[in-house]
């Protein structure tokens, strides 16, 4: 089998990208859609990284660095896919990316209903940090979720 291949999404990836994740991805934001993704690859080419592994996409992770906190977002694996080094390879390259940017501790938000999602989170060396509870607002027109 062949290692995965990680790469920066580009402009090009974005519809492909909303199409994986309809089929990966565990619930979907408010900003799951191409004018979200699209501000996101513009403000922050690096940030939105993809795993290919035979010309076929088969991964992805958001790794959004602030200059200050380093959010892990949309970690997603296709299921073809699973459980075979795709997940390792993308945390590695996000965290290596926050690494070079000079972050010093990554987070990542997982469904509490997820329990796929936080068995790999677990087995990637992250925990929940049990005295937080996320607390959000959507902005501007957009319907509350």
Aim: glycine content about 10%.
């Amino acid at each position: 089998m062949t290692q995965p291949q990680i790469r920066a999404a580009v402009a090009a990836d974005l519809d492909a990208v909303l199409s994986f994740w309809k089929v990966s991805a565990e619930g979907t934001s408010i900003s799951d859609d191409r004018a979200g993704i699209e501000r996101l690859v513009a403000r922050d080419p690096e940030a939105l990284i993809l795993a290919e592994r035979d010309g076929e996409l088969a991964g992805t992770v958001i790794a959004g660095f602030d200059g200050w906190r380093c959010h892990l977002y949309r970690l997603a694996v296709h299921p073809d896919h699973r459980r075979r080094g795709v997940g390792g390879a993308l945390l590695a390259a996000a965290e290596e990316r926050f690494v070079r940017l000079g972050g010093r501790r990554a987070d990542a938000m997982v469904l509490d209903h997820n329990a796929l999602g936080q068995h790999a989170w677990r087995a990637a060396e992250y925990g929940p940090q049990e005295q937080w509870t996320r607390w959000v607002k959507p902005l501007g027109a957009a319907p509350r979720a």
